[in-house]
Each structure stands twice: as structure tokens, then as C-alpha cells.
């Protein structure tokens, strides 16, 4: 008979470190992992056991839940991270596992804004005008999809560099988004970017760019979210913690 309940918490996000402290409060006895991709090489630590690097797909996640009897998982990754979601939701309705998603609410327009909604990344790059210069803001393993635009001169931001080199004439800026919108809004100015595009990722964390854009009046090229499995899925950590609470 199991005397603890096991839980996996797919990590990756703001939201994830947060969960990383509050799930425990909520769940005193349970034993709690945290797995990250491994995408970055600098990762915080969140207090819990942790794993790090994929599982191997779908059948490597069952493998990885039925080694450790993971009872609940708890999905915690990028709105955008789709594969992981579908691994895990696939999973977790073969296994007989419960599963939650915390699902971060996107961005809604203000007024001020000039988005223009895209399908994908692919979109946004068939879409920018030639000669414009736009600042980019996708990760490494997304910039490629818009390598073909040699006609444009693009400012790209990521936190360490794609595995193949940005167009020649790009400019790569190695950091973070800024959470501080005149920090954000002086990056736009002094390298005279004329579109943005970004994901609709939602959340704080990347969201000064997105004003930085409306006050300079910038047209932004703007992702919609992608379609997740559904599984019940909480837009705060609170709601998550009380449906975790309630299992
Ligand atoms: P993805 O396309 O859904 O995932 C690709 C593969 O990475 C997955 O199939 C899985 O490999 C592995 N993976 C992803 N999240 C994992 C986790 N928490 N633990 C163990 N393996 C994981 O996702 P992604 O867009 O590459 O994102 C990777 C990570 O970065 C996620 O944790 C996500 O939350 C975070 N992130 C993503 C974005 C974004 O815009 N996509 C932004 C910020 C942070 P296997 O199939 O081998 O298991």
C-alpha cells in the first residue's frame, strides 16, 4: 500500500518556482519532483528533488511515472512548451495518473495597442515587411523559422545563443526581458525596431516589451496561443493549490 503521494511537477516557468514552494505547504506528506527541460544552463534552484533533461517522448514519461509512482502530475511549463503538455496529458490519461495544468491567462489588447494576431512564429515571419527592422523576441530554438528573411534586418534577445548563427547584419543581444518598461522601451528606441514579434505568452515577466511597444506606438506581430490537451487547468497557483487540495 502507498504511503505517499508522488507528484511530478513539470517545471520551466515563474509559475513553476512558485508552485515549487507552495505545493509542498499544501501537500505537507507528499513527495514532490521537479523536472526541468534543461533548454537553459543556468537553473534556479527550487528547494525540491529535481531532475533535469527530457524523459525521452511519451513512452520515456510513462517509463519515468511508473519507476517512481507518480500519482499527480502537475504541469507547470510554458504556455508555448506544447509537447511536453501533450506528453504529459497522453500519458497521464493512459496511466490512470491525475494531472493539472496551470495555464497562464494571455495578454489582452488596450487600448494604445497595434497587434496583429498570428497563427505561429511562421506567420509573423511571412508577415514582417521587407526592410523592417524587428526585434524578435522568441528563443533559441524558435529564431530559425525566420532565417529566410534575409531582407530584414532583425534584433534578436535570448538568454544563450541559437545553435546556428543569426543571419549576418543581425544583431544578438544576450539577456533577459526586462520586467521594467522604460528599461524595455529604451532597448525599442536605440535600435530603432519598427515591429515586434512575440508570443502571446502572458504572465509579467516578458509583458514590458509588449508596453514598451504600445507607447511607441509599434506594430507587434503577436502568436496566438497554441491548442493544449485538455485537462483541468487553473489560471492562478492558488486555484491550482485548491484543486490540489481537493484530490
Ligand atoms: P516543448 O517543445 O513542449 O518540449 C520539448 C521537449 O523538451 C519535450 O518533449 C521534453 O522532452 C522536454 N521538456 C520540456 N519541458 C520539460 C520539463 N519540464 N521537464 C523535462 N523535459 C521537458 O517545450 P519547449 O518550448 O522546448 O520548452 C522547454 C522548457 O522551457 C519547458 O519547461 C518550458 O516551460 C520552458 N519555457 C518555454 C518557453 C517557450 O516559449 N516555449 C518559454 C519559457 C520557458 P522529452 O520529449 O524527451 O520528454
Redesign the pocket.
Known amino acids: 500500500m502507498r504511503d505517499r503521494l508522488k507528484v511530478l511537477?513539470?517545471?520551466?516557468?515563474q509559475e513553476?518556482r512558485q508552485l515549487a514552494k507552495r505545493l509542498p505547504e499544501v501537500l505537507p506528506a507528499a513527495k514532490i519532483t521537479?523536472?526541468?527541460?534543461?533548454?537553459?544552463t543556468e537553473l534556479p534552484d527550487l528547494g525540491l528533488p529535481t531532475?533535469?533533461?527530457?524523459?525521452?517522448?511519451?513512452s520515456?514519461?510513462a517509463d519515468y511515472c511508473r519507476s517512481q509512482d507518480i500519482d499527480l502530475i502537475v504541469d507547470?511549463?510554458?504556455?508555448?512548451?506544447?509537447?511536453?503538455?501533450?506528453?504529459a496529458a497522453s500519458v497521464a490519461e493512459m496511466s490512470g495518473i491525475q494531472i493539472v495544468r496551470l495555464e497562464r491567462p494571455p495578454w489582452e489588447p488596450q487600448a494604445g495597442d497595434r497587434w496583429q494576431i498570428v497563427a505561429d512564429l511562421a506567420e509573423a515571419a511571412t508577415l514582417l515587411p521587407a526592410r523592417s527592422r524587428p526585434f524578435i523576441a522568441?528563443?533559441r530554438?524558435?529564431i530559425g523559422r525566420f532565417y529566410h528573411r534575409k531582407d530584414i534586418d532583425a534584433v534578436v534577445r535570448m538568454i544563450e545563443p541559437p545553435e546556428v548563427p543569426l543571419p549576418a547584419l543581425w544583431q544578438l543581444v544576450l539577456a533577459r526581458p526586462s520586467r521594467e518598461v522604460g528599461v524595455e522601451q529604451e532597448f525599442l528606441q536605440s535600435r530603432a525596431v519598427t515591429h515586434v514579434v512575440a508570443?502571446n505568452?502572458g504572465g509579467h515577466a516578458s509583458y514590458a516589451k509588449i508596453e514598451a511597444a504600445r507607447n511607441l506606438g509599434l506594430p507587434v506581430l503577436l502568436a496566438d496561443r497554441p491548442e493544449l490537451p485538455k485537462v483541468p487547468s487553473f489560471g492562478s497557483i492558488e486555484a491550482l493549490c485548491d484543486a490540489v487540495r481537493a484530490l
Do not use: C
Not at 521537479?34 to 537553459?40: D, E, K, L, T
Not at 531532475?51 to 511519451?58: D, E, L, T
Open positions: 511537477l513539470l517545471a520551466g516557468t513553476a521537479a523536472s526541468f527541460a534543461g533548454a537553459v531532475r533535469i533533461g527530457g524523459f525521452g517522448g511519451g520515456g514519461l507547470a511549463t510554458h504556455p508555448f512548451a506544447v509537447q511536453m503538455s501533450r506528453n522568441v528563443g530554438k524558435e508570443k505568452s
